[in-house]
Structures are given as C-alpha cells and as structure tokens.
C-alpha cells in the first residue's frame, strides 16, 4: 500500500494536465484527446497513509474508489498542502492553480482586518467569486475594507500589485469551449451565505433579496436552502441556462430563473453568459418536479418528485425542514448523486466536496471516541469513523456504475480526485504518545473498534503569549497555527519576528477538546447566518 501504491491512481496533480489540453469548443463538449466529460471532487481530509499503524487509511477502507483510482489513473501520495491548511484556501488554491498570495484568501478560513483605528473586524473566506470583503459578523459588506475578496495578483510578489481585481474564474475556459460547468458544495463557485450573496448575485432589488428581506427569521434557513451552496456556470446559449423557468418569491408565475454571470474583471473579457444558483433553480433541470424520475434504473426523484441521494434518502435542508441544499457537510450520497444527476442532464463538467469521514455525522450512534458530538472528530478505528468510510465507499461503488451505465467512463472522461487540507492525526497510536492510545491495544477498527476516553481526541485550542524565543524542535503540530496580534506591527518588530517564528514551533502537550466541533464551523468561522447557531452543519 505504501509504496506501490503510492505510484498509481487519480489525483490532485492531474490539474496541470487538464490546463494542458486542448479546449475546443462545441455542442459536445470536446476537450481534447477523447475527453468530453471532467468530474472534479475534493474531500475534506482523505488520507492515503494509516493514522494509526493497525488501522486500515481511509483509502484502504474504500476499496471501490482505491480500486478505480489505481485501475485507471495515478495516485500522488507525496503532495504538499498549501499554507494555510484550511478548506478556504486549499480549496481555491485546486481550482484556481494559484496559492494564496495570488487568488486572494492566503489565510482562512477566516481573517481579522485593521480599522484605521486599530481595532478590527472578523471576515469571512466562504463567499461568491465576485464579492467583496465579507464581515461575517455583520454578515454584509466590509464598510473599511473595499477590495474583492477574490483579490488576484497576476505577478509575484502579490505585494507589489494593486488589490483591486478579481482572480480569474476556474470555470471560464470550459464554458468558453461550450461546456457548461456544474458545482455542489464547492467553495466561492457558488453563493456562500445569504446576507451578502444574495444581493451580489442577484442584485439588492431582486426576488430572491426580497425573499431574504421577507424572512423574520435571522438564521434566514429557506434562503440557504433555496440559493446557497449550488451552481451551474452555463456556456453561451446552453439551454439548461437559456430555458430555466421558475415561480420567484413574489411573483405569480414562471418567469426566467437564470441569472447574468458577470466577471467584469475576466481576463479576455466574459460577457453573454448565464448561470443558475442555488438548488431552487437547478434541481428543475435535473428532473426535480417530476415524481420517481430515473436513469438507466438509478433513482433521480423519489414519488414526492425531489431529488434523491444514491441511498435514495431525500437531499434536503433540515433546518429549514425543505428539499433543498444539504449544508457544507454534504455526504458523499448526496454529492456524488448530485454530480450524477447534473452529468445525464447534460452538465459535463462537474465539481463537488465530500465532507469528512473523521468526524460523527448527525444521526449516527455506537461511536467509541467518548463525548464526540456531532461533528466532532473521530480517533482511528472507531466505530462510527468506520461505518462512514464503508458508507462512502458503497457511494462510490454505485456512483461509477451508475456513470458507466449512462456512458461516462475513464475512456472519455477526466476524473480528479483529490482532498484539501489533509490534517493527520498527531495524537496516540501504538509506540506513540501511550497517554492518549486507544484500547485494546491491538484494535483495528474493522473487526475490533478503538475505543478513546474523553478528551484523548480533539484540536488544541490556545491563546499563549508570544514567547521570546521558541525552539522547532518540539512536538510537530498537523497544521501550521494562525498567528494574531491585537495591533498591526511594522514588518521589521520583535512581534512580528517571533510570531514568524513561532508559527514553525509547535507545542509539546497532546491535543485537546477545541471548544467548538471539528467541524465546517471550525474552519469557516461566524460566516452564514444561516449557520451561526449550527456548528455541526459546517464543513472542516
């Protein structure tokens, strides 16, 4: 496993070979040497090596997607994370090609910005491609900070540029070649929250920002449920834009739902295309409307004529008690069935994130890592852990049948399959850290659970001062720390210096409890309204 099949599979480095090929445009949707379908998916921390020696990784308890990857493609074991490790920037980071410094999120998945006075704001890194600075915290636009968020540096250093345009869209060179593009879950591809979204979108004036107004309710759940988290990015006169009609808040009948894809920034300029954002819009195309759809034998729509995931539960929003977007933790039956979905209905290039197997899923029971709530992380080997990887491996089983079954095979299709930010797990596995190992000692999670006491597993939560001197040498954390001063030092302070300092030490005491869940929230901060109360339903 670790060495020969740390030369085979299909990974995050096939991008470069993808912005290589040939785009030509067409109704087909021909890329290039036989390519005419792109599956791009990106979980939330997949490890290709054990976290704990006598536990089968995360790809080995897959063995449909392992299976496929190394049958078919190549597998890069030996990548590096972009800095800072979290979903924001790792994200953008696959998309775009570029690290932070140039596609404008280089610390997420939340910042704090000076005030002339020196106080600060909290923003937020989840946001649409074309909005500006987000303070979470308003849930609006920045009144101090007037740059995109999605600022672009075309040169290096990003310091030497004006922070005054937009980074260039991921999805432009496909539907410039006549492909539209289809996005699930996907980070700033698709409306992130509804406060400053919706308005950016849509425009301040419009049915959906009169929606939101509408809503008393300030965790604003329909409107998540209805215009956040779904996208499609239509080619030019793709009539899955072009003949997209629904009944919008207000009005009394159907009336075009599609929506102007501006990127007024676009290298090359990007004008007369389309989009259709959020599940209210695209899930008609996909078939929703219409009871017990299905495709090649493949559930599409349940009797209540809502979209399905492939274990044929309902996709729909809990909060909100509606069909509809999920939230940020999607499963991988929802994702996967959803990029199905958007593929036989003529979408051929497809994007989606699958949330983390480490950590308990709502509904769940018989977890063996004590006090794991939901969305809190999992030790190696617990029960429930387990029992994800194998559901998500059945999600994968039936997710490549059911693409072979309508033609959508490794013969004419690129398939990227890659995992953001990649956290190992730092804490107690035989031979290591006896104080937080799990019992028995010989678990493997597959025939006997690891079981984990209360506070053995967590993330390490703390506010030291920043010392004088610090020494590399210690106890190596799983992601570089983010480093906050109360003031904006010069460059050249002591400050300064031992906060760059400090962040390449660590610290040498065994992980404890964060305070809120290893969760979306905890790596997306205060950012949707719709969220603020919901920590569980964010993505890691």
Not at 433 to 444: E, G, I, K, L, V
Not at 454 to 465: D, F, H, K, M, W
Request: proline share 9%; hydrophobic share 35%.
């Amino acid at each position: 496993m670790r060495n020969a099949r740390a030369r085979r599979c299909a990974a995050s480095a096939v991008v470069s070979a993808l912005l290589g090929l040939p785009l030509v445009a067409g109704a087909d949707c021909n890329l290039g040497n036989g390519i005419t379908h792109v599956i791009h998916i990106t979980f939330d921390n997949v490890h290709f090596f054990r976290d704990n020696p006598n536990v089968p990784s995360d790809l080995e308890q897959m063995p449909n997607l392992l299976n496929f990857l190394e049958q078919n493609g190549t597998v890069l074991s030996n990548m590096h994370t972009g800095l800072i490790a979290h979903t924001a920037e790792d994200s953008i980071a696959i998309y775009t090609g570029l690290y932070g410094d140039r596609h404008g999120m280089p610390l997420s998945n939340s910042y704090k910005s000076y005030h002339p006075d020196g106080t600060t704001e909290i923003d937020g890194s989840f946001v649409y491609w074309t909005s500006p600075v987000y303070n979470s915290v308003a849930q609006t636009a920045s009144a101090f900070d007037l740059s995109p968020s999605m600022v672009y540096s075309p040169i290096v250093p990003a310091a030497n540029n004006a922070p005054n345009t937009i980074t260039p869209a991921p999805w432009v060179p496909f539907t410039r070649a006549g492909c539209s593009v289809g996005d699930f879950s996907t980070a700033n591809m698709v409306l992130e929250n509804v406060g400053l979204d919706i308005p950016t979108v849509f425009g301040a004036n419009s049915p959906e920002a009169m929606q939101l107004a509408a809503d008393p309710d300030r965790f604003k759940d329909p409107e998540t449920a209805d215009y956040v988290g779904v996208a499609v990015h239509c080619a030019q006169g793709d009539a899955v834009c072009a003949n997209a009609m629904a009944q919008k808040f207000g009005q009394t009948g159907p009336s075009p739902s599609a929506s102007a894809d501006l990127l007024v920034d676009e290298p090359g300029g990007y004008n007369g295309f389309q989009g259709l954002f959020g599940h209210r819009y695209v899930a008609p195309q996909l078939g929703a409307g219409t009871p017990n759809v299905s495709h090649n034998g493949y559930a599409v729509t349940n009797a209540a004529g809502n979209l399905v995931a492939l274990d044929g539960h309902e996709i729909r929003n809990s909060f909100a008690n509606q069909p509809g977007f999920p939230g940020f933790s999607p499963l991988a039956n929802e994702t996967l069935a959803y990029l199905a979905d958007m593929q036989e209905a003529g979408i051929p290039v497809t994007y989606g994130y699958i949330s983390d197997l480490h950590e308990r899923k709502p509904g769940t029971s018989g977890c063996t890592t004590a006090g794991a709530g939901s969305g809190f992380a999992l030790g190696p080997g617990d029960a429930c852990y387990v029992a994800n990887a194998k559901a998500y491996d059945q999600a994968f089983g039936t997710f490549f049948q059911r693409l072979a079954a309508a033609g959508i095979t490794p013969a004419n299709t690129l398939f990227i399959i890659n995992a953001e930010e990649n956290d190992h797990f730092a804490g107690g596995a035989p031979g290591r850290a006896p104080a937080s190992a799990p019992t028995p000692a010989n678990c493997d999670g597959v025939s006997v659970p690891c079981n984990y006491a209360a506070g053995q597993i967590g993330e390490l939560s703390a506010n030291p001062p920043i010392p004088r001197s610090v020494s590399s040498s210690a106890t190596r954390l799983t992601s570089p720390p983010t480093i906050r001063t109360a003031a904006p030092p010069p460059r050249t302070s002591s400050t300064t210096r031992r906060a760059r300092s400090s962040s390449r030490s660590s610290i040498s005491r065994p992980p404890t409890r964060c305070a809120r869940p290893r969760s979306r929230c905890s790596r997306r901060g205060t950012i949707s309204s719709a969220r603020a109360r919901r920590t569980a339903a964010r993505r890691a």
